[in-house]
């Protein structure tokens, strides 16, 4: 599998307009090296105990083995160590990627229903809502608070970063930041009924000028 | 239950300990404790979760202590031994998977 | 006594009639184990060709061979049946065939209970089949997440149908846990200590004892949703107190130990079937028994890895990603305690071991992309794409389905007697290898490309045609796969050349009987000196066919086994079973009847139903016991032991404390939603608290005291023989805990909220509820022994039916107590009279 993934990964196969493996974020990016690294952990790991699976088939002679040495080597000390570094890694970046302690420059509602989304923010001039669109500036932190009208749904923007459910009666808060202006597309990622599959939108991230106008009350 | 004891005590108190933490939580973050920072970087919920913590730890060192004392009665080997990889388990998987009781706590 | 006598004696004790009546009536392991695995089999079939239809619906993009409404139907269906018709009944199946002939036993403990679970898995998946046909099957995903699922969202049938045909199956699950802890622990042949038990009796161990505490989340996730549907008590509606999140906590403290229940066994055949292929006892006995217990608890930390999405604080998503983590050690640990055994033995390259291979490398895979996914971020961007598709396929194809051919190709000697020709089976192997990869290695590149799960089409444009163009074919190859095992395993059976007694040169017990088995398994019982029985003993087939063993001739057309002390294995009672019944599928029915009723809501039906299920539990209870003391039995090779009723550690009393484990966790999970929705659930507190009526309270703890006491001394009188003041006593009992339930009942009445309105009024009213049911079944127990004493069915030898009903009735005050003690702390203050 890796080396087909590792292949994919540098081919042209890897951009596309949902590719999580063609990151515009800080968050994306963030879990993107995350995921090189554990694909080369695992690698290591599944060379060694497969690679060992095939050895003691040729073998093919009765030997006397270190039970301890397979035991607490093979089953404790590799899997342990491996673990640990991985783990270490991502609570981190995952403490990085909640931004507890980080103050977004704009605050946006993403209320899903059955199958639309619906992007509210606050301007100078009033609240300003979308559906299926959402409007950010680009290179700034924004949080959005999602939430649902009905059933549960998920707020999916694959180039931006993870993914948080719209949940009824609770109001969940995502950080995304596009580096560079431009479409990127998001998916609602929770099974939600019929309409599943149709509910897709947008996250339109403007540049400064752009994102003035738009402050001003301009139309995008 | 002596048995039970014997092979799973450890184990037992990993899974009282795990889930007291876990509620914890969950209990500590619908009172606002994390929101309310108390020393450095630490809020109020490190300050109930951590106690808790080395709470437990202790305890599964005293279960581990305890069922690895020779001379029980119909000693068999493998019970001994299945006893003391639930009592290492039980030590660790309180000390690993509590660990991120350390980090500094909040709620979102 | 000749072989042949002796096996014409006991086949007469423990055969089955001729026909149907035989089919019906059979509580017989073998046949019931059979009958499991293969229906299992039929429902692998189903769920694979309904994987044929997604996978011809996603091969090309904008396809319209379905649309969304069914192809809904097809995912859920196609995950439901996979999960609760086949992997789970096909382990209860091979561990009822195998675990009576590896562990030296002539049946299961509770065999009626075998038949029972049976029929409820036949017909609980009629009622799913059926709601197929129709077009009306299930369709909110095989977890059913609420609010989806509730009636709002899904008004038709199709919840119900998944809520009520799965839960019937799950009775059949919760049954064979039961039955297998027991029977693991106690009726074992004499001498074979816990340390001696072959390794696969360990794993079914563990296996059922996590059934044990792993179901009842479930089990209670599906009734309070069916109530919700039902009747509006809004446990998961968040405009009225509920939680959406409540089911998926519920769902996923079942839904994660489900992986390892599927993957515990499976690993048990690995441990067994590989040491013979490689010709080297397991190494590491000690380690792997170790290490599935820890599996067993920290596979029960885990299940919030499923919700890392849903808006739980980033620590205690931390606190589940490292418990994630670490379950893979246990695992880590047996893989390496094979290779050491392969590394000490002479691997052979025969089927099985091939088949292992398929797994190695397979379930490798999965579980490092499983612990992938226990990294929060990387699970944000994966979870709920194809890439999590992907790796659930690579661990249980890979952790359930290869070990599993292999040990039906290890097996099938012992199973059909005849042996298949291996390169049918090598051919098998190879087109469901490349298959496999080739439909699942390319999807989690879908997955990192974006294509979330469960969508019934998708644009061209976005990366994805190729790939799902190439699993689409690798499907299909693995299908062909699929259908050359049974073809192969079909043409063995058939036309397969007759197998040797122990083709495979096995030491462990089930290779010590005639092919087929005959329907008492062991002529007599061995005594077991070391793990590997025949090693050592070549003759031991032979000598135990000749009655040489223990229990070897048939004692007044008694169904006889032996049951020994759970850690030494000393024996210490003859278990006697009883024979074959129409019992089980009779009652089966009745509760076919009850879940239809709900089904169907023609609500009036069900209470009555329920009726009819305690009657027949009435009759399954007095078929049991003695009317006389019969005192220690010869049991052969010098050695004698009294029957099952006489001895203090009857299966029956360990079955209880099973089922009371079962129902407690069902209980402590109905505690834990309640404590869940007051801490988290939005609209809490609730605008109307309870306010407990004082005289009610005072009343039920009363009741409670006078039923405890009354209880204790009619056992203390029955101990004393003084039967006569034993059943005015337990009538004492009787008396005071009906009027402890009426107090209960007018506690509800008087001072709780209408269910409707609020959760809080709906999780109160299932305390009270809780409540009264088991208060009704320990009114029926207390009336079943006090008619036993009149019958004279209890002596002061024969006290195992007042000591189960103690166990019982203590819980059940407690159950009661303790409920109201939950309803009235947040109540407390508006206690009025």
Same mark, same amino acid.
């Given at each position: ?70 035991? $607490?080597? *093979?089953?404790?000390?590799?899997? +342990?160590?491996?673990?640990? !570094?991985?783990?270490? #890694?991502?609570? @981190?970046?995952? /403490? ?70 719209? $949940?009824? *009666?609770?109001?969940?808060?995502? +950080?995304?930041?596009?580096? !560079?202006?431009?479409? #990127?597309?998001? @998916?609602?990622? /929770? ?30 | ?108 | ?833």
């Amino acid at each position: 599998m890796f080396p087909i993934v590792g292949l994919g990964l540098v081919g042209a196969g890897c951009s596309g307009p949902l590719s999580a493996l063609d990151p515009a974020g800080p968050a994306a990016g963030g879990i993107f090296t995350l995921m090189s690294v554990l694909l080369a952990l695992a690698t290591l790991s599944f060379v060694v105990i497969f690679g060992l699976f095939l050895l003691a088939l040729r073998r093919n002679r009765g030997h006397s083995v270190s039970l301890r040495l397979f035991l $607490i080597g *093979g089953g404790l000390v590799f899997p +342990l160590s491996l673990l640990t !570094v991985a783990t270490v #890694y991502a609570v @981190v970046l995952g /403490e990085r990627i909640t931004g507890a302690r980080e103050t977004p420059a704009l605050t946006v509602e993403a209320t899903a229903q059955q199958w639309r989304w619906q992007f509210t923010r606050q301007m100078p001039s009033g609240s300003v809502s979308r559906t299926d669109i959402l409007d950010i500036p680009a290179g700034r932190t924004v949080a959005v608070m999602v939430s649902s009208d009905d059933v549960i749904h998920s707020f999916w923007v694959p180039r931006l970063g993870g993914k948080i459910d719209a $949940i009824p *009666g609770t109001r969940n808060r995502i +950080l995304i930041r596009a580096d !560079v202006p431009g479409r #990127y597309g998001g @998916v609602c990622a /929770e099974f939600c009924g019929v309409g599943h599959t149709q509910m897709s939108f947008a996250v339109v991230a403007h540049d400064a000028a752009a994102w003035d106008r738009l402050e001003q009350g301009g139309q995008p | 239950m002596a048995l039970v004891k014997r092979l799973v005590g450890g184990l037992l108190v990993w899974a009282l300990g795990f889930n007291a933490i876990y509620a914890a939580h969950g209990l500590g973050c619908g009172m606002g404790w994390g929101e309310r920072v108390v020393l450095g970087p630490l809020t109020a919920l490190n300050l109930a979760l951590i106690p808790l913590w080395l709470l437990f730890l202790a305890a599964a060192v005293v279960v581990l202590r305890n069922s690895s004392r020779p001379g029980d009665a119909g000693n068999e080997r493998l019970l001994r031994q299945a006893g003391l990889i639930g009592g290492w388990a039980g030590i660790g998987g309180i000390a690993l998977m509590g660990a991120p009781a350390l980090l500094p706590a909040h709620c979102l | 006594m000749s072989a042949l006598k002796l096996h014409g004696e006991l086949d007469a004790i423990w055969g089955v009639p001729r026909g149907w009546r035989g089919v019906l009536t059979s509580v017989n392991h073998s046949d019931l184990g059979i009958r499991f695995m293969v229906a299992a089999g039929i429902y692998f079939c189903i769920g694979g060709l309904l994987a044929m239809l997604i996978r011809a619906q996603l091969a090309t993009p904008r396809s319209a061979f379905v649309g969304p409404e069914i192809y809904n139907q097809i995912f859920t269906m196609h995950g439901s049946l996979m999960m609760f018709m086949f992997a789970i009944p096909f382990f209860e199946g091979l561990a009822m065939y195998m675990l009576p002939k590896l562990l030296g036993s002539r049946d299961l403990a509770f065999p009626r209970l075998s038949a029972f679970g049976w029929w409820c898995y036949l017909f609980g998946g009629f009622i799913l089949l059926v709601a197929m046909g129709l077009g009306v099957a299930p369709d909110g995903g095989w977890f059913m997440y609420t609010p989806l699922a509730s009636k709002t969202y899904t008004p038709g049938i199709n919840a119900d149908v998944w809520l009520l045909g799965i839960t019937f199956v799950e009775v059949s699950a919760v049954c064979a846990s039961i039955e297998i802890t027991v029977s693991v622990l106690k009726l074992r042949a004499p001498g074979m200590s816990l340390g001696k038990m072959p390794i696969f009796a360990w794993y079914i161990l563990v296996t059922a004892l996590m059934m044990v505490v792993g179901f009842p989340p479930l089990i209670l996730a599906s009734t309070l949703l069916e109530i919700e549907r039902a009747f509006g008590w809004p446990f998961f509606d968040p405009q009225r107190g509920g939680n959406p999140l409540l089911w998926q906590h519920l769902f996923w403290l079942f839904g994660h130990p489900e992986v390892y229940i599927i993957f515990l066994p499976a690993a048990g055949v690995v441990s067994t079937v590989l040491p013979v292929m490689v010709r080297h006892p397991l190494l590491g006995y000690g380690w792997i028994v170790g290490s599935i217990l820890v599996l067993g608890f920290f596979s029960f930390g885990l299940w919030v890895h499923h919700m890392f999405a849903t808006g739980i604080p980033h620590l205690a998503l931390a606190l589940f990603s490292v418990a994630s983590a670490l379950v893979a050690v246990p695992s880590v640990v047996q893989l390496f305690a094979w290779l050491a055994t392969m590394w000490a033995g002479r691997p052979q390259m025969r089927l099985p071991m091939l088949y292992i291979a398929g797994f190695f490398f397979t379930f490798l895979l999965g579980g490092l992309t499983g612990v992938m996914l226990a990294m929060v971020p990387f699970n944000w961007q994966v979870h709920d794409t194809a890439f999590v598709t992907a790796h659930l396929h690579y661990v249980l194809v890979g952790g359930f389905v290869f070990p599993m051919l292999a040990g039906l190709y290890y097996w099938l000697p012992r199973l059909a007697a005849r042996r298949s020709h291996p390169l049918l089976g090598q051919l098998a192997f190879w087109l469901i290898f490349v298959g496999f990869n080739a439909t699942f290695l390319v999807m989690h590149l879908t997955g990192l490309l974006g294509m979330p799960r469960r969508v019934s089409t998708y644009e061209s444009g976005l990366g994805w045609e190729w790939l799902n163009l190439f699993s689409s074919i690798g499907s299909f190859v693995m299908t062909f796969g699929f259908a050359t095992v049974v073809i192969d395993v079909g043409l063995a059976i058939a036309f397969g050349r007759r197998s040797s007694r122990n083709p495979w040169r096995a030491s462990t017990l089930e290779w010590a009987m005639p092919i087929p088995a005959p329907s008492y398994n062991f002529a007599s019982l061995p005594h077991v000196e070391s793990r590997e029985p025949l090693d050592r003993h070549h003759r031991l087939a032979r000598s135990l066919a000749q009655g040489e063993g223990y229990l070897g001739r048939g004692r007044c057309g008694l169904r006889e086994t032996t049951g020994v002390d759970m850690i030494s294995g000393e024996v210490t009672e003859v278990v006697i079973l009883p024979g074959n019944s129409g019992l089980p599928i009779v009652t089966a029915l009745t509760l076919g009847v009850f879940f239809l009723s709900l089904l169907l809501g023609v609500y009036w039906l069900a209470p009555a139903a329920l009726l009819a299920v305690t009657a027949l539990a009435w009759r399954w209870a007095s078929a049991l016991g003695a009317q006389a003391d019969l005192g220690a039995l010869p049991i052969g090779l010098g050695q004698a032991v009294p029957p099952h009723h006489e001895a203090k550690d009857a299966p029956g009393w360990w079955g209880s404390i099973f089922a009371l484990i079962t129902d407690a966790t069902f209980f402590a999970s109905l505690l834990f939603g309640y404590a869940f929705l007051a801490t988290v659930g939005p609209g809490w507190p609730p605008p109307q608290l309870a306010q407990p009526s004082l005289a009610a309270t005072v009343v039920v703890f009363l009741a409670a005291l006078a039923a405890f006491l009354a209880e204790r001394s009619a056992l203390t009188a029955a101990q004393n023989g003084r039967l006569q003041d034993a059943t005015r006593a337990y009538a004492g009992a009787f008396g005071a805990l009906l009027f402890g339930l009426l107090a209960l009942l007018a506690f509800g009445w008087l001072g709780l909220p209408s269910p409707r309105d609020h959760a809080y009024g709906a999780v109160t009213w299932m305390l009270v509820g809780y409540g009264s049911v088991h208060g009704f079944v320990a009114l029926v127990m207390l009336a079943f022994v006090m008619r036993r004493i009149g019958t004279g069915h209890v002596s002061p030898a024969r006290l195992l039916e007042p000591r189960i009903v103690r166990l019982w009735l203590h819980y059940t005050l407690f159950a009661m107590l303790l409920g109201l003690v939950a309803i009235a702390i947040p109540g407390a203050a508006s206690w009025r009279w």
